[in-house]
């Protein structure tokens, strides 16, 4: 036992004072805080450039569709002669409008000329406006009395779906579908990425001092065994605590992040008039508001959802999935001499790993299929799929099946690997094919 932990020490303490491990600590949570925040806060820095837009009107019914906005301004010009199209752009214009029909009559066509590619803004701002223009004047088309009105209450009836889970015990809880999808592929991909990147580091290392003749001396120390568990155990700590650091450092520069970007003191806007600034103070307030509502919401959700108990599954299927998967990594680590002749070997692993995703994708629409039980069973697809399921409240027994599955199956697998690590460590120089590994297996056993 001395001795595994001595292995694992070795193996923990020479990956954590690597620069890659130190680099990829530091970046990764910073990564992963950009790709919170740097899309929110491009979607809320607003274009302030003034676009003015040459407007001609041939059915003359649109002179007063158009209302300018802050940073958008619109002139009707009589431009009848289509050949000078490019003469009002170079007016100072940043395009032309060009409506050639009856609009109410005739199919909608309208034509935008610029001499570059017009913003979204611009676009969604027109068609808005045109939209609301000609709806209002079809309905006042019909001469019917309040029939505005009337259609305003229709499209004002918007259906509020709450979803509330129910325990064995009658209590209610709030739910939400989109949570759940959220927390359920998020920790199927985590768990996905974990294990590749931390298996391959096993059969790298073991590839490695293989080649190097350095397992040679270590082996004259302790068993092949104590060598594979204390390489496995020690790496996968390293994992561990390298996801912890995400986490802490991630929570900790997303709220940095977020305290510099979003809360500069915003430029006071003075108002003339009282109406104004009464209107901007209830719009204000009205926006807390709703926002204290939503932050409540979905901090009772959260609550709500058993966020602990995610967690604690969340770690031991990662802790098994990596047992699994590192056992067979270390196997093959073994069998070979050099990274170039593992593609053979990797891909029958890397398969039911890929499988796993795909079904976990196929779960969030179908959480309790047979399809998302069977491979949520299997155990080198049921640390991915399983975690897509959880949040969907996935029956005890089903829980308590898969956990004991993959157990047994670590259980199996480490016996199984450290049978052709027991041979295999130690050979040199010769090609070996899935049939050479099956016989060390019975031959270690003998």
Known sequence: MNKILLIISREYLTRVRKKSFIIMTILSPLLFAAMFIIPSWLHSQEDTEIKTIAVEDLSGRFTNALEDTQYIKYEFKDTSDSTQ??????????????????????????????????TMNVLDNIRHQL??????????????????????????????IQTIRVDEDGSEKTSSAIFAMIVGIASAFLIYMMMIM????????????????????????????????????????????????????????????????????????QSTELTQQMDQDTSESIEQGASEATFNTVMEIINDSNIITIIAFFIFYFIGGYLVYSALFAAVGSA???????QQFIMPIMLPLIASIYVAMSAFNNPHGDIAFWFSMIPFTSPVVMMSRIPYDVPAWELILSML??????LFLTWFAARVYRTGILMYGKKVSYKEIWKWFIQAGK
């Open 336 to 342: 070979i001499d050099n990274e170039t002749e593992t």
């Open 405 to 410: 599955i993959l157990t047994a199956s670590f």
């Open 85 to 118: 199209k490019q003469e009002v752009i170079n007016q100072g214009y940043d395009a032309l409008m060009v409506i050639d029909n009856d609009q109410l009559k005739d199919k909608p066509n309208i034509q935008l000329y610029s001499d570059g590619q017009v």
């Open 198 to 269: 931390y298996g391959t580091q096993v059969m790298k290392g073991v590839i490695e001092e293989k080649a190097n003749r350095i397992v040679e001396v270590i082996i004259s120390s302790v068993k092949p065994f104590q060598l594979m568990m204390g390489k496995i155990v020690g790496i996968g700590l390293v994992a561990i605590t390298q996801f912890l650091l995400w986490i802490i450092l991630t929570l900790a520069i997303t709220g940095v992040m977020q305290n510099f970007i979003f809360n500069q003191d915003a430029p006071q806007i």
């Open 131 to 160: 939209n609301n223009y000609l709806r209002n004047e079809k309905l006042a088309s019909y001469q019917i009395e309040g029939l505005e009105e009337k259609i305003k209450e229709v499209d004002n009836i918007k259906v509020n």
